[in-house]
């Protein structure tokens, strides 16, 4: 057991441990494109910020009066994302040193994410943190995404932990009112620091309102160390 006892650590993938909304946001637009969509644009996209792909495609179809089966959606925006990740997705280079200093002190993680396992694969690997965070669950395995608890608590089942030891790290409302709804604590770096007053990152046990920019591992490393009993 390392020197944080009990503690495991879960992180949100995308918009938190790397960068791939500029990708989420082409394939989007390039698909809702095709659908007779032709103008979404980068503030249509941070609506979507931190909810699943399944979820995603569904609210299209409600918004957009698409007729096209959400299966096919999410096929076509899976297909459309994963050439761009291939090609690149940047890992956010404070949140690397945090999973290698957590690794260091043999803290078990995982990612609980609401992309696809193929995208979440082609990312953890393309991007070399696989080797750190085996231990990867898509909201597609589990009955609800993000806001339910349901990724989470699944993700804390295959590390053998007490959600109570469970600290969650998000970039957006859903999955931080996901990580509250598990009794799990949350380090919130909003994606979109605008909206940081959102209700939901109240929950969070520590609120950097700056986003990425606020973020270093070092200090995250501490206050870990701190909050743990």
């Known amino acids: 057991m390392s020197e944080f006892g009990a503690?495991?650590?879960?992180f949100d993938l995308d918009?938190?441990?790397?960068?791939?909304?500029?990708?989420?946001?082409?394939?989007s637009r390039q698909v809702l494109a095709e659908h007779g969509?032709?103008?979404?644009?980068?503030?249509?996209?941070?609506?979507?910020?931190?909810?699943?792909?399944?979820?995603?495609?569904?609210?299209?179809?409600?918004?957009y009066g698409l007729p096209v089966p959400a299966a096919q959606l999410l096929a076509?925006?899976?297909?459309?994302?994963?050439?761009?990740?291939?090609?690149?997705?940047?890992?956010?280079?404070?949140?690397?040193?945090f999973v290698e200093l957590l690794a260091s002190a043999d803290v078990p993680m995982a990612v609980a994410s609401g992309s696809s396992p193929?995208?979440?694969?082609?990312?953890?690997?393309?991007?070399?943190?696989?080797?750190?965070?085996?231990?990867?669950?898509?909201?597609?395995?589990?009955?609800h995404g993000k806001p339910a608890p349901d990724v989470f608590l699944?993700?804390?089942?295959?590390?053998?932990?007490?959600?109570?030891?469970?600290?969650?790290?998000?970039?957006a409302?859903?999955?931080?009112?996901?990580?509250?709804?598990?009794?799990m604590r949350c380090l919130a770096v909003p994606y979109v620091p605008a909206q940081a007053d959102a209700p939901e990152f109240a929950t969070a046990s520590l609120?950097?309102?700056?986003?990425?920019?606020?973020?270093?591992?070092?200090s995250a490393y501490a206050w870990l160390r701190d909050a743990t009993p």
């Open 207 to 218: 609120l950097l309102r700056g986003g990425q920019a606020e973020f270093t591992a070092r």
């Open 173 to 183: 409302a859903p999955g931080v009112a996901a990580a509250h709804a598990a009794g």
């Open 7 to 10: 503690l495991s650590v879960i």
């Open 15 to 27: 918009g938190t441990l790397v960068d791939s909304e500029p990708n989420y946001y082409e394939a």
């Open 118 to 143: 193929d995208a979440m694969e082609a990312i953890l690997t393309g991007t070399g943190l696989a080797a750190h965070l085996r231990t990867a669950v898509s909201a597609e395995e589990v009955p």
């Open 154 to 171: 699944e993700a804390a089942r295959r590390l053998g932990a007490d959600p109570a030891d469970c600290v969650v790290l998000e970039d």
């Open 76 to 97: 076509a925006l899976d297909r459309r994302y994963l050439e761009l990740a291939r090609r690149h997705t940047r890992a956010y280079p404070e949140m690397r040193a």
């Open 37 to 63: 969509v032709p103008d979404f644009g980068w503030a249509d996209h941070e609506g979507y910020v931190g909810i699943g792909t399944r979820e995603t495609v569904t609210l299209w179809r409600e918004r």
